[in-house]
Antibody, heavy 121, light 107 residues
Framework: QVQLVQSGAEVKKPGASVKISCKAS????????LHWVRQAPGRGLEWMGW????????RYSQELQDRVTITRDTSATTAYMDLSGLRPEDTAVYYC??????????????WGQGTLVTVSS | SFELTQSPSVSVSPGQTARITCSGD??????AYWYQKKAGQAPLLLIY???ERNSGIPERFSGSSSGAVVTLTISEVRAEDEADYYC??????????FGGGTKVTVL
């Protein structure tokens, strides 16, 4: 079954870090880039960054590039998103998404179920 | 970074047509992608490369492009189409940006 399964909800204090995992199954992990997207309560979707799973090259949004790190473990077919220096405004649902087959261009055809991160003192 | 601008909301009666626009200079040279987002669900890819409908998406969803503006059209709107809709585009350096989203309300 082709799917992305994310790790569970997290509660963190301001200033802490969080690391969310995204395990891929049912397809060749290194064939497709993985992106991370978040949505804060009452806000829109925000693109965070992506990794070329094959080469480990990454790109991050300007707004988050000083605090976000995306990595992957090809042997575990798992990608990770690490966000440091957490602030209350980082409270959001975080999604991983696969950039699909070439015919879809840069479209995300497969999504994780989302991980709620709550930042509160 | 660049910006994509969407109108915040659209209201439409069932059976009518909703048009959602997304504008930004990057769209003159890069494709746009449209996603539907409902509460409690992951986003769903509707349209890729400006106008190509994703597999399983009803024909009433269509996309078009003209210069720096892309449009998502929902024909014969149904109650189940009530959702938030987002455009997304990358720039040439591999940075992506979502539009601010458009809330579609079915009256």
């Amino acid at each position: 079954q082709v799917q992305l399964v994310q790790s569970g909800a997290e509660v963190k204090k301001p200033g802490a870090s969080v690391k969310i995992s995204c395990k891929a199954s049912g397809y060749t992990f290194t064939k497709y880039p993985l992106h991370w997207v978040r949505q804060a309560p009452g806000r829109g979707l925000e693109w965070m960054g992506w990794t070329n799973v094959d080469t480990d090259n990454t790109r991050y949004s300007q707004e988050l590039q000083d605090r976000v790190t995306i990595t992957r473990d090809t042997s575990a077919t798992t990608a990770y998103m690490d966000l440091s220096g957490l602030r209350p405004e980082d409270t959001a649902v975080y999604y991983c998404a696969r950039e699909g087959p070439r015919e879809l261009g840069n479209g995300y055809d497969l999504w994780g179920q989302g991980t709620l991160v709550t930042v509160s003192s | 970074s660049f910006e994509l601008t969407q109108s915040p909301s659209v209201s439409v009666s069932p059976g009518q047509t909703a048009r959602i626009t997304c504008s930004g200079d990057v769209l003159s040279t890069q494709y746009a992608y449209w996603y539907q987002k409902k509460a409690g669900q992951a986003p769903l890819l509707l349209i890729y490369k400006d106008r190509e409908r994703n597999s399983g998406i009803p024909e009433r969803f269509s996309g078009s492009s003209s210069g720096a503006v892309v449009t998502l059209t929902i024909s014969e709107v149904r109650a189940e189409d009530e959702a938030d809709y987002y455009c997304l585009s990358p720039d040439s350096s591999g940075i992506y940006v979502f539009g601010g989203g458009t809330k579609v309300t079915v009256l």
